[in-house]
């Protein structure tokens, strides 16, 4: 059966499968890789810092 003799339920299970087969890059289907994987080794540094220094900070002022 062709494309142009599809039902609507098999045109939509089609994509369906189609769209399960792409890789997510959405914001619900990423996680810290993707995020880390779409910035460069310096942006990765300075994110990694500033997550330590508010740690130290929050230890210094609020304990």
């Known amino acids: 059966m ?4 599809e039902t ?4 939509r299970e089609r994509m369906r499968q ?4 792409k ?5 619900h289907g990423s996680n810290l890789s993707d995020l880390v994987g779409g910035l460069n080794w310096k ?7 500033v997550l330590i220094l508010g740690i130290a900070v929050y230890a210094v002022f609020f304990r």
């Open 18 to 21: 189609q769209e399960l087969k």
């Open 8 to 11: 609507p339920e098999e045109r």
């Open 43 to 49: 942006v990765t540094g300075i994110i990694i810092l």
């Open 2 to 5: 062709g494309k142009d003799n």
């Open 23 to 27: 890789p997510s890059s959405s914001i």
